[in-house]
Protein backbone atom coordinates (compact mmCIF):
# COMPACT_ATOMS: atom_id res chain seq x y z
CA UNK A 1 0.00 0.00 0.00
CA UNK A 2 0.96 3.27 -0.38
CA UNK A 3 0.41 4.99 2.76
CA UNK A 4 -0.55 4.08 6.09
CA UNK A 5 -4.02 2.39 5.98
CA UNK A 6 -4.91 4.51 9.27
CA UNK A 7 -4.22 7.84 7.69
CA UNK A 8 -7.40 9.84 6.54
CA UNK A 9 -7.90 11.41 2.85
CA UNK A 10 -9.98 14.05 3.96
CA UNK A 11 -8.78 16.05 7.62
CA UNK A 12 -11.74 17.94 9.33
CA UNK A 13 -10.66 21.26 10.22
CA UNK A 14 -11.42 23.26 13.65
CA UNK A 15 -12.60 19.47 15.39
CA UNK A 16 -12.10 18.37 18.36
CA UNK A 17 -11.65 15.15 19.89
CA UNK A 18 -12.19 13.75 23.64
CA UNK A 19 -11.80 10.19 25.12
CA UNK A 20 -14.73 9.37 27.57
CA UNK A 21 -15.89 5.92 29.09
CA UNK A 22 -18.41 4.60 27.50
CA UNK A 23 -21.14 4.94 30.49
CA UNK A 24 -20.03 9.10 30.53
CA UNK A 25 -21.16 9.30 27.10
CA UNK A 26 -22.97 12.29 26.51
CA UNK A 27 -26.98 12.45 25.48
CA UNK A 28 -25.96 14.56 22.60
CA UNK A 29 -24.95 11.16 21.03
CA UNK A 30 -29.03 10.44 20.92
CA UNK A 31 -29.25 13.39 18.51
CA UNK A 32 -27.38 12.04 15.81
CA UNK A 33 -29.27 10.64 13.03
CA UNK A 34 -29.67 6.79 13.37
CA UNK A 35 -31.43 5.31 10.71
CA UNK A 36 -32.32 1.91 9.68
CA UNK A 37 -31.04 -1.44 11.58
CA UNK A 38 -27.26 -0.18 11.90
CA UNK A 39 -28.57 3.14 13.29
CA UNK A 40 -30.05 0.91 16.44
CA UNK A 41 -26.95 -0.63 16.91
CA UNK A 42 -25.03 2.54 17.05
CA UNK A 43 -27.58 3.90 19.76
CA UNK A 44 -26.14 5.26 22.98
CA UNK A 45 -28.84 3.17 24.93
CA UNK A 46 -27.75 -0.25 23.00
CA UNK A 47 -24.05 0.59 23.75
CA UNK A 48 -24.00 1.13 26.93
CA UNK A 49 -26.74 -1.99 27.53
CA UNK A 50 -24.24 -4.32 26.45
CA UNK A 51 -21.09 -2.84 27.99
CA UNK A 52 -18.82 -5.06 29.41
CA UNK A 53 -20.39 -8.18 27.84
CA UNK A 54 -18.07 -8.68 25.23
CA UNK A 55 -14.51 -8.52 27.61
CA UNK A 56 -13.15 -5.75 25.86
CA UNK A 57 -12.11 -2.20 27.26
CA UNK A 58 -14.58 0.18 25.91
CA UNK A 59 -14.61 3.90 25.44
CA UNK A 60 -16.44 6.60 22.91
CA UNK A 61 -14.20 9.14 21.03
CA UNK A 62 -16.41 12.23 20.63
CA UNK A 63 -15.67 14.88 17.68
CA UNK A 64 -17.08 18.15 18.41
CA UNK A 65 -16.98 21.64 16.63
CA UNK A 66 -17.70 25.08 17.50
CA UNK A 67 -21.22 26.41 17.97
CA UNK A 68 -22.73 29.48 19.58
CA UNK A 69 -22.68 29.07 22.91
CA UNK A 70 -20.82 26.00 23.21
CA UNK A 71 -19.38 23.29 21.10
CA UNK A 72 -21.75 20.62 18.87
CA UNK A 73 -21.36 16.77 18.94
CA UNK A 74 -20.77 15.75 15.50
CA UNK A 75 -19.82 12.26 15.33
CA UNK A 76 -19.41 9.20 17.98
CA UNK A 77 -16.87 6.49 17.70
CA UNK A 78 -17.03 3.51 20.03
CA UNK A 79 -13.92 1.94 20.24
CA UNK A 80 -13.66 -1.57 22.32
CA UNK A 81 -9.70 -3.07 22.60
CA UNK A 82 -9.33 -6.78 23.07
CA UNK A 83 -5.69 -7.80 24.42
CA UNK A 84 -3.05 -9.49 22.42
CA UNK A 85 -5.35 -13.34 23.35
CA UNK A 86 -6.78 -14.83 19.86
CA UNK A 87 -9.74 -16.24 22.41
CA UNK A 88 -10.62 -12.56 22.50
CA UNK A 89 -13.49 -11.72 21.58
CA UNK A 90 -14.51 -15.50 21.26
CA UNK A 91 -17.38 -14.56 19.02
CA UNK A 92 -16.51 -15.80 15.69
CA UNK A 93 -18.75 -12.71 13.89
CA UNK A 94 -15.71 -10.16 15.78
CA UNK A 95 -12.27 -11.68 15.88
CA UNK A 96 -10.68 -10.62 12.26
CA UNK A 97 -8.75 -13.77 12.74
CA UNK A 98 -11.40 -16.10 12.24
CA UNK A 99 -13.49 -13.95 10.12
CA UNK A 100 -10.49 -13.84 7.22
CA UNK A 101 -8.86 -16.61 8.26
CA UNK A 102 -8.41 -17.27 4.51
CA UNK A 103 -5.41 -15.01 4.32
CA UNK A 104 -4.03 -17.96 6.06
CA UNK A 105 -2.24 -15.30 8.63
CA UNK A 106 -1.81 -16.96 12.38
CA UNK A 107 -3.96 -15.35 15.12
CA UNK A 108 -1.20 -13.72 17.19
CA UNK A 109 -0.21 -11.96 14.19
CA UNK A 110 -3.23 -10.13 14.19
CA UNK A 111 -3.33 -8.97 18.11
CA UNK A 112 -3.82 -6.99 20.26
CA UNK A 113 -7.31 -5.49 18.53
CA UNK A 114 -9.36 -2.49 18.45
CA UNK A 115 -12.69 -2.72 17.07
CA UNK A 116 -14.26 0.67 15.96
CA UNK A 117 -17.95 0.45 16.12
CA UNK A 118 -20.71 -1.97 16.99
CA UNK A 119 -19.54 -5.14 18.48
CA UNK A 120 -23.55 -6.15 20.03
CA UNK A 121 -25.39 -6.55 16.75
CA UNK A 122 -22.89 -6.94 13.71
CA UNK A 123 -24.65 -4.31 11.92
CA UNK A 124 -22.25 -1.22 11.95
CA UNK A 125 -22.39 2.15 10.44
CA UNK A 126 -19.99 5.73 11.03
CA UNK A 127 -21.91 7.51 13.17
CA UNK A 128 -22.39 11.16 12.58
CA UNK A 129 -23.98 14.23 11.79
CA UNK A 130 -25.49 14.73 8.22
CA UNK A 131 -22.39 16.04 6.19
CA UNK A 132 -20.05 15.18 9.35
CA UNK A 133 -17.89 12.12 8.26
CA UNK A 134 -14.47 13.85 8.08
CA UNK A 135 -15.14 14.85 11.88
CA UNK A 136 -15.51 11.20 11.65
CA UNK A 137 -12.92 9.89 10.04
CA UNK A 138 -10.30 12.17 12.47
CA UNK A 139 -11.79 10.97 15.62
CA UNK A 140 -11.65 7.47 14.16
CA UNK A 141 -8.02 7.96 13.10
CA UNK A 142 -6.93 9.11 16.67
CA UNK A 143 -7.28 5.99 18.04
CA UNK A 144 -6.17 3.57 15.40
CA UNK A 145 -3.05 1.87 17.23
CA UNK A 146 0.50 1.86 16.08
CA UNK A 147 0.96 -1.98 15.86
CA UNK A 148 -1.90 -4.76 16.11
CA UNK A 149 -4.92 -4.57 14.06
CA UNK A 150 -8.19 -2.20 13.90
CA UNK A 151 -11.61 -2.70 12.37
CA UNK A 152 -14.49 -1.31 11.47
CA UNK A 153 -16.77 -4.70 11.17
CA UNK A 154 -20.19 -5.73 9.10
CA UNK A 155 -21.03 -2.39 7.07
CA UNK A 156 -23.24 -2.50 4.44
CA UNK A 157 -22.11 -1.44 1.04
CA UNK A 158 -22.87 2.23 0.78
CA UNK A 159 -21.52 2.75 4.93
CA UNK A 160 -18.30 0.96 3.90
CA UNK A 161 -17.73 3.35 0.87
CA UNK A 162 -18.57 5.75 3.00
CA UNK A 163 -15.50 4.77 4.98
CA UNK A 164 -13.40 3.66 2.08
CA UNK A 165 -14.03 7.24 1.19
CA UNK A 166 -12.08 8.75 4.38
CA UNK A 167 -9.41 5.60 4.32
CA UNK A 168 -9.15 4.50 0.60
CA UNK A 169 -5.70 2.71 1.23
CA UNK A 170 -7.91 0.61 4.37
CA UNK A 171 -8.70 -2.95 2.80
CA UNK A 172 -12.52 -4.05 2.06
CA UNK A 173 -13.27 -7.79 2.91
CA UNK A 174 -16.44 -9.06 2.66
CA UNK A 175 -17.78 -10.66 5.81
CA UNK A 176 -21.29 -11.85 5.82
CA UNK A 177 -25.28 -10.71 4.87
CA UNK A 178 -27.92 -9.97 6.56
CA UNK A 179 -31.18 -10.88 5.29
CA UNK A 180 -33.75 -7.60 4.85
CA UNK A 181 -37.63 -8.14 4.01
CA UNK A 182 -38.59 -5.06 2.61
CA UNK A 183 -42.50 -4.54 2.44
CA UNK A 184 -43.62 -2.77 -0.16
CA UNK A 185 -47.86 -4.23 -0.08
CA UNK A 186 -50.18 -2.20 2.11
CA UNK A 187 -51.85 -5.40 3.52
CA UNK A 188 -50.05 -9.21 4.92
CA UNK A 189 -52.58 -10.59 2.20
CA UNK A 190 -51.38 -8.32 -1.02
CA UNK A 191 -47.53 -9.38 0.46
CA UNK A 192 -48.35 -13.00 0.24
CA UNK A 193 -50.02 -12.05 -3.38
CA UNK A 194 -46.63 -11.04 -4.59
CA UNK A 195 -44.56 -13.75 -3.33
CA UNK A 196 -43.47 -16.14 -5.79
CA UNK A 197 -45.95 -18.67 -6.18
CA UNK A 198 -43.68 -21.40 -4.06
CA UNK A 199 -42.85 -18.93 -1.39
CA UNK A 200 -46.88 -18.20 -0.81
CA UNK A 201 -47.24 -22.19 -0.71
CA UNK A 202 -44.90 -21.93 2.23
CA UNK A 203 -46.45 -19.62 3.85
CA UNK A 204 -50.26 -20.53 3.70
CA UNK A 205 -48.83 -23.88 4.73
CA UNK A 206 -46.97 -22.87 8.16
CA UNK A 207 -50.15 -20.79 8.97
CA UNK A 208 -52.53 -23.76 8.70
CA UNK A 209 -50.20 -26.19 10.13
CA UNK A 210 -50.03 -23.72 13.15
CA UNK A 211 -53.34 -23.10 13.52
CA UNK A 212 -54.41 -26.93 13.10
CA UNK A 213 -52.32 -27.43 16.03
CA UNK A 214 -53.52 -25.12 18.41
CA UNK A 215 -50.96 -23.12 18.72
CA UNK A 216 -51.33 -19.88 19.56
CA UNK A 217 -48.96 -16.30 18.94
CA UNK A 218 -49.32 -13.34 21.17
CA UNK A 219 -47.20 -10.16 21.32
CA UNK A 220 -46.05 -8.49 24.88
CA UNK A 221 -43.86 -5.91 26.23
CA UNK A 222 -40.52 -7.27 27.80
CA UNK A 223 -41.53 -6.31 31.11
CA UNK A 224 -44.71 -8.51 30.95
CA UNK A 225 -42.81 -11.41 30.54
CA UNK A 226 -41.23 -14.24 32.41
CA UNK A 227 -37.57 -13.91 32.09
CA UNK A 228 -36.68 -16.90 33.46
CA UNK A 229 -38.90 -18.38 30.90
CA UNK A 230 -37.10 -16.95 27.85
CA UNK A 231 -33.36 -17.24 29.46
CA UNK A 232 -34.47 -20.99 29.15
CA UNK A 233 -35.43 -21.36 25.73
CA UNK A 234 -32.45 -18.93 24.74
CA UNK A 235 -30.11 -21.61 26.29
CA UNK A 236 -31.78 -24.31 24.25
CA UNK A 237 -31.36 -22.70 20.85
CA UNK A 238 -27.90 -21.79 21.99
CA UNK A 239 -26.84 -25.70 22.90
CA UNK A 240 -28.33 -26.97 19.64
CA UNK A 241 -26.11 -24.72 17.69
CA UNK A 242 -22.78 -25.15 19.53
CA UNK A 243 -22.77 -21.28 20.87
CA UNK A 244 -22.09 -19.92 24.35
CA UNK A 245 -24.84 -20.73 26.42
CA UNK A 246 -24.12 -19.04 30.18
CA UNK A 247 -27.38 -18.27 31.43
CA UNK A 248 -25.76 -15.31 33.81
CA UNK A 249 -24.82 -13.50 30.56
CA UNK A 250 -28.73 -13.79 29.10
CA UNK A 251 -29.73 -12.88 32.53
CA UNK A 252 -27.82 -9.93 32.11
CA UNK A 253 -28.68 -9.10 28.90
CA UNK A 254 -32.36 -8.92 29.85
CA UNK A 255 -32.21 -6.98 33.18
CA UNK A 256 -29.84 -4.17 31.21
CA UNK A 257 -32.70 -3.77 28.15
CA UNK A 258 -35.68 -3.77 31.48
CA UNK A 259 -33.29 -1.25 32.63
CA UNK A 260 -33.50 1.16 29.51
CA UNK A 261 -36.08 3.28 29.32
CA UNK A 262 -35.49 3.26 25.41
CA UNK A 263 -34.89 0.19 24.62
CA UNK A 264 -37.68 -1.29 26.96
CA UNK A 265 -40.34 0.84 24.86
CA UNK A 266 -38.46 -0.31 21.47
CA UNK A 267 -38.59 -3.89 22.52
CA UNK A 268 -41.40 -6.38 21.71
CA UNK A 269 -41.60 -10.38 22.65
CA UNK A 270 -43.43 -12.53 20.30
CA UNK A 271 -44.76 -15.88 22.04
CA UNK A 272 -45.62 -19.11 20.92
CA UNK A 273 -47.87 -21.92 23.39
CA UNK A 274 -48.54 -25.20 22.12
CA UNK A 275 -52.02 -26.02 22.80
CA UNK A 276 -51.74 -27.14 26.34
CA UNK A 277 -51.07 -23.37 27.23
CA UNK A 278 -46.99 -24.35 27.32
CA UNK A 279 -44.60 -21.87 26.43
CA UNK A 280 -42.84 -23.09 22.95
CA UNK A 281 -40.83 -20.55 21.15
CA UNK A 282 -40.41 -16.50 21.46
CA UNK A 283 -38.18 -14.02 19.79
CA UNK A 284 -36.93 -10.82 20.80
CA UNK A 285 -37.31 -7.59 18.97
CA UNK A 286 -36.60 -4.14 18.44
CA UNK A 287 -38.25 -1.45 16.72
CA UNK A 288 -36.27 1.48 15.45
CA UNK A 289 -36.91 4.14 12.75
CA UNK A 290 -39.51 2.21 9.98
CA UNK A 291 -37.32 -1.37 10.88
CA UNK A 292 -38.76 -4.65 13.16
CA UNK A 293 -35.09 -6.02 14.01
CA UNK A 294 -35.25 -9.97 14.91
CA UNK A 295 -32.95 -10.70 17.93
CA UNK A 296 -32.92 -13.24 20.71
CA UNK A 297 -34.99 -16.68 19.07
CA UNK A 298 -35.27 -19.49 22.07
CA UNK A 299 -37.04 -22.78 21.11
CA UNK A 300 -38.51 -25.79 22.49
CA UNK A 301 -37.38 -28.21 19.87
CA UNK A 302 -39.05 -31.45 21.12
CA UNK A 303 -42.24 -28.97 21.94
CA UNK A 304 -42.11 -26.62 19.29
CA UNK A 305 -43.03 -29.11 15.87
CA UNK A 306 -46.14 -27.19 14.34
CA UNK A 307 -44.07 -24.34 12.98
CA UNK A 308 -43.57 -22.26 15.65
CA UNK A 309 -40.16 -21.10 15.04
CA UNK A 310 -41.53 -19.81 12.12
CA UNK A 311 -44.26 -17.73 12.93
CA UNK A 312 -42.43 -16.19 15.69
CA UNK A 313 -39.63 -15.45 13.64
CA UNK A 314 -41.56 -14.24 10.30
CA UNK A 315 -45.26 -14.69 10.13
CA UNK A 316 -46.08 -13.01 13.54
CA UNK A 317 -43.45 -10.41 12.88
CA UNK A 318 -45.11 -9.99 9.52
CA UNK A 319 -48.18 -8.86 10.48
CA UNK A 320 -47.07 -6.79 13.14
CA UNK A 321 -44.96 -4.72 11.30
CA UNK A 322 -48.06 -4.08 8.55
CA UNK A 323 -50.29 -3.10 11.55
CA UNK A 324 -48.12 -0.53 13.02
CA UNK A 325 -46.57 0.75 9.34
CA UNK A 326 -43.46 -0.75 9.74
CA UNK A 327 -41.84 -1.30 6.44
CA UNK A 328 -38.83 -3.35 7.30
CA UNK A 329 -37.89 -6.84 9.13
CA UNK A 330 -34.15 -7.27 9.72
CA UNK A 331 -33.30 -10.96 10.18
CA UNK A 332 -29.95 -10.47 10.82
CA UNK A 333 -26.91 -12.58 9.66
CA UNK A 334 -26.53 -16.28 9.03
CA UNK A 335 -29.85 -18.92 8.83
CA UNK A 336 -29.94 -17.48 4.76
CA UNK A 337 -31.61 -20.29 3.31
CA UNK A 338 -34.44 -19.74 5.83
CA UNK A 339 -35.23 -16.41 5.66
CA UNK A 340 -34.99 -16.33 2.11
CA UNK A 341 -37.47 -18.73 1.64
CA UNK A 342 -39.46 -16.61 3.48
CA UNK A 343 -39.33 -13.32 1.36
CA UNK A 344 -36.28 -11.98 2.40
CA UNK A 345 -33.12 -10.65 0.25
CA UNK A 346 -29.86 -10.16 1.49
CA UNK A 347 -27.64 -7.44 2.25
CA UNK A 348 -23.88 -7.57 2.09
CA UNK A 349 -22.15 -7.02 4.88
CA UNK A 350 -17.97 -5.60 4.38
CA UNK A 351 -15.29 -4.66 6.70
CA UNK A 352 -12.96 -1.92 6.71
CA UNK A 353 -9.18 -2.78 7.90
CA UNK A 354 -8.29 0.39 9.31
CA UNK A 355 -4.98 -1.06 10.31
CA UNK A 356 -4.38 -4.52 9.02
CA UNK A 357 -1.66 -7.03 10.25
CA UNK A 358 1.70 -6.69 9.70
CA UNK A 359 2.55 -8.48 6.03
CA UNK A 360 -1.10 -8.09 5.25
CA UNK A 361 -0.62 -7.44 1.40
CA UNK A 362 -3.54 -7.03 -1.50
CA UNK A 363 -3.50 -10.76 -2.56
CA UNK A 364 -4.84 -11.23 0.51
CA UNK A 365 -7.21 -8.98 0.64
CA UNK A 366 -8.38 -10.79 -3.05
CA UNK A 367 -8.01 -14.11 -1.33
CA UNK A 368 -10.14 -13.63 1.29
CA UNK A 369 -13.21 -12.32 -0.76
CA UNK A 370 -12.66 -14.65 -3.65
CA UNK A 371 -13.41 -17.21 -0.68
CA UNK A 372 -16.58 -15.26 1.45
CA UNK A 373 -18.26 -14.51 -2.16
CA UNK A 374 -18.25 -18.41 -2.64
CA UNK A 375 -19.02 -19.43 0.68
CA UNK A 376 -21.62 -16.96 0.72
CA UNK A 377 -22.59 -18.04 -2.78
CA UNK A 378 -22.72 -21.63 -2.21
CA UNK A 379 -24.92 -20.98 1.19
CA UNK A 380 -27.50 -18.65 -0.49
CA UNK A 381 -27.71 -20.89 -3.64
CA UNK A 382 -31.04 -21.50 -5.62
CA UNK A 383 -33.03 -18.33 -3.50
CA UNK A 384 -31.00 -15.66 -4.90
CA UNK A 385 -32.29 -13.65 -7.56
CA UNK A 386 -29.93 -13.77 -11.07
CA UNK A 387 -28.40 -10.21 -10.15
CA UNK A 388 -27.88 -11.03 -6.28
CA UNK A 389 -25.84 -14.37 -7.86
CA UNK A 390 -23.79 -12.25 -10.31
CA UNK A 391 -23.12 -9.65 -8.00
CA UNK A 392 -20.87 -12.63 -5.32
CA UNK A 393 -20.12 -14.61 -8.32
CA UNK A 394 -18.17 -11.03 -9.56
CA UNK A 395 -16.48 -11.06 -6.22
CA UNK A 396 -15.35 -13.98 -6.49
CA UNK A 397 -13.56 -13.48 -9.80
CA UNK A 398 -12.25 -10.35 -8.84
CA UNK A 399 -11.71 -10.23 -5.11
CA UNK A 400 -12.87 -6.42 -5.19
CA UNK A 401 -15.95 -4.79 -4.01
CA UNK A 402 -15.90 -2.84 -7.08
CA UNK A 403 -15.71 -4.53 -10.24
Known amino acids: MSAPAYAPAHAARNVDCTTVLLDDAPPQWDELPLPGAPGFYSSRPWHQANRALSGAAESVVLAWTAAPGGHRLQAVVPVSRYPDDPGKPANAFLHPARLFSAAGLP ?17 TAPICASGQQAAWARAAAQVIPAEGTAAMLHLDEPAAMAVHAHFPDAPLLLTSARSVLTLTAATVDEHHTQLPS ?79 GELVAYH ?48 GLEAFSQKLRRGARPVLLWSALLRPPAGWTPAHTIACNRRRATELLTAMGAHLEPDEAERLRTIGRTGLITP
Not at 112 to 119: A, C, S
Not at 203 to 216: D, M, P
Not at 266 to 275: C, G, I, M, N, S
Not at 289 to 316: S, W
Open 284 to 331: LAFIHDDTLLVRNIGLDYERATHGEYFAVMVHAPLRYAFEHGLRKIDF
Open 107 to 123: APQWGPITLLGTTAGYE
Open 198 to 276: RKRYLAHKETARLQEAGSAITVKDLADCDINQLVELQLLTQRRHNAPDDPAAFQTGFRRILSSPRLLQAARVFLAHDHH
